[in-house]
Nanobody
């Protein structure tokens, strides 16, 4: 059974850091790019980062580039953990953060602007406040 479970959210002061985790399990993950999205109160959901199915390439939205880093453990067909290291957090980073997966024909690329994710996690709240 496919699952995406986020963890690591919480309250942090501006300028601080957090590391989110996404534990993905299920079949066919070898061909899935993994994405991080976020949705702030009153705003549309925003794709912020992705890592290709091969794990060799990443992509970031301009809003987080240089501050956030996506990475993953070595994956097998049935499980992978993907991380989002968030540094220099700002109040505008406050949002619910979701991981999602998207099947791909090309294992070595991903684009954070991709639409139509196949499956979503339930989200983790990140609150940046003093």
């Amino acid at each position: 059974q496919l699952q995406l479970v986020e963890s690591g959210g919480g309250l942090v002061q501006p300028g601080g850091s957090l590391r989110l985790s996404c534990a993905a399990s299920g079949e066919g993950l070898d061909w899935d790019a993994i994405f991080w999205f976020r949705q702030a109160p009153g705003k549309e959901r925003e794709g912020i980062s992705c890592i290709s199915a091969s794990g060799s390439n990443t992509h970031y939205a301009d809003s987080v580039k240089g501050r956030f880093t996506i990475s993953s453990d070595s994956r097998d067909n049935a499980s992978v953990s993907v991380y989002l290291q968030m540094n220099d957090l700002r109040p505008e980073d406050t949002a619910i953060y979701y991981c999602a997966k998207k099947s791909t024909f090309v294992r070595t690329v991903c684009d954070v602007r991709a639409q139509s994710m196949d499956f979503w996690g339930k989200g983790a709240l990140v609150n940046v406040s003093s």
